[in-house]
Nanobody, 117 residues
Framework: VQLQASGGGLVQTGGSLRLSCAASGRTLSLYRAGWFRQAPGKEREFVGSVRWSHGSTSYADSVKGRFTISRDNPRNTVYLQMSSLKPEDTAIYYC???????????WGQGTQVTVSS
């Protein structure tokens, strides 16, 4: 499975941005897709994920109520809609996918999100 993330950019505090992640290859084997982020000097952290088959989602507490993950199965694409952005959301965002319930085993390249104060 190959993942291609896009949609990052510069946005002001309180603004919105939508990230996309297109999957190709063995997409029929996808179990879950997710987003992670890594800020400068910090470890990579989980943002949220979505079950590919039935769409159930989970989120980190830091983004609950502000970020929404969705997927478009026919397009093999997962989205991260980010609203009410804060400077602390600034990070490189990575999409990831798993083909089982045991963890993410496929990763896309990162896309930079910068939130200016």
């Amino acid at each position: 499975v190959q993942l291609q993330a896009s949609g990052g950019g510069l946005v002001q505090t309180g603004g919105s941005l939508r990230l996309s992640c297109a999957a190709s290859g063995r997409t029929l084997s996808l179990y879950r897709a997710g987003w992670f982020r890594q800020a400068p000097g910090k470890e990579r952290e989980f943002v949220g994920s979505v079950r590919w088959s039935h769409g159930s989602t989970s989120y980190a507490d830091s983004v609950k109520g502000r970020f929404t993950i969705s997927r478009d199965n026919p397009r093999n694409t997962v989205y991260l809609q980010m609203s009410s952005l804060k400077p602390e959301d600034t990070a490189i965002y990575y999409c990831a996918a798993s083909t089982s319930g045991s963890g993410f085993n496929y990763w896309g390249q990162g896309t930079q999100v910068t939130v200016s104060s």
